[in-house]
């Protein structure tokens, strides 16, 4: 039986360097490592990088529900166990809820909340005691932003199905894990929306991407349902519940507007 781990989003930014990073094994021996995006050419440079792991491109856009089909017959037609699900596909866009649009926004909807469902559902019967999922939430779900009304809420469904998700599955031994790492330099802020706003927002600064994945693996292994990899965010988090959120919107309004 091959010991798999499956990353979402591997193209580029946080699931290329989650990929990186387990072909160095950190995460334990694997035996492939599955890479799903929608660029083919990309994940083929991916899979010529790495060294110890074979990795295998599946080329899929996870907004059509036929790749979802393809994941699973996949799973079934193969003699493996799926040691690692990491879930780091997703986009956001910035401006008011009403200049994003019904598209945008719905999109966010189907990629950030929807598609990570698909996965957990599709690939949680492939897993035993000691697998672990971890889900790229982000510090926008735990503190709502301005500008980013559907991308906060789509991040926050993700930080509270990983919470419960972790508490159901702790019994049989697989632990879930969300991170939530403030912004980082990939291609999120490529094409951000509202470019003023996308600005105001990165004041607070970014995270290196490949400390929040090294992080995030850490705190998988140990079982953690939850991690904040900056500290200052953390103390933020710890803040913003104190706050009423009218006083946070108004603070964040002068901040990042």
Not at 32 to 55: F, H, Q
Not at 105 to 123: E, F, H, P, Y
Not at 124 to 137: F, Q
């Amino acid at each position: 039986m091959q010991r798999v781990a499956i990353v979402t989003g591997a193209s580029s930014g946080v699931g290329r360097e989650f990929v990186r990073q387990l072909d160095l094994l950190k995460g334990g021996p694997l035996d492939a490592i599955w890479a799903i995006a929608r660029s083919e050419d990309s994940l083929k440079e991916l899979a010529d990088s790495c060294t110890n792991v074979p990795v295998l491109p599946v080329p899929l856009d996870l907004t059509r529900d036929g790749s979802f089909s393809r994941i699973q017959e996949m799973l079934e037609n193969q003699d493996v166990v799926v040691e690692w699900l990491i879930n780091s596909a997703g986009f956001g866009k910035f401006g008011e809820f009403a200049t994003v649009g019904d598209t945008q926004n719905a999109s966010m909807v189907q990629l950030n909340c929807l598609a990570l469902v698909r996965m957990c559902s599709i690939v949680l019967p492939h897993m035993h005691s000691g697998s672990r999922i971890i889900n790229m939430a982000s510090i926008a779900g735990a503190i709502p932003q301005v500008m980013l009304a559907t991308y906060s809420a789509t991040k926050a469904f993700v930080l509270e199905l990983s919470r419960m998700l972790d508490h159901e599955l702790a019994p049989c031994g697989i632990r879930v894990t969300a991170v939530c790492p403030k912004f980082m330099k990939t291609k999120f802020l490529d094409k951000p929306g509202d470019s003023q706003a996308a600005d105001g927002m990165c004041r607070i600064g970014f995270e290196d991407v490949s400390r929040v994945v090294s992080k995030s693996l850490g705190y998988a292994i140990m079982g953690k349902a939850t991690c904040v990899p900056s500290l200052h965010m953390k103390l933020l988090y710890a803040a913003s519940r104190c706050m009423p959120r009218s006083v946070l919107f108004k603070l964040e309004d002068l901040l990042f507007r």
